[in-house]
């Protein structure tokens, strides 16, 4: 086989859960081959470059080997190299407001704190 459907090696090789989801990221526009909009039957062969968002996450991977059946997770493994770069560093948590025991209810004042605190804005 010289070359696959996208969507179907994208399931295949499990980028996506489903076909169906795999063909739905096509018509939304969220899949590239090789620098240009992909439709589902967009043929790809070995060393193609496929961009694809997959649940939110942009993905860069190169077709090593197009399959169009579902295969093991060892083997979809190796039909695939990953170029996707590291996700950034996540920054450390904001300090949680918090409240002794006891104290009550806040305040108008202390509600309008806590909103700045957590990035709400009035």
Known sequence: METARVDRWMWAVRL?????DSAAACRGGHVRVDGRPAKAATPVGPGATVEVRVYGVDRTVEVVRPIEKRVGAAVAADCLVDHTPPPPPRDVAPPVA????????PTKRERRELDRLRGRRR
Do not use: L
Request: glycine share 16%.
């Open 16 to 20: 996506f859960r489903t076909r169906s």
């Open 98 to 105: 918090e409240r002794d025991r006891g104290a009550g209810r």
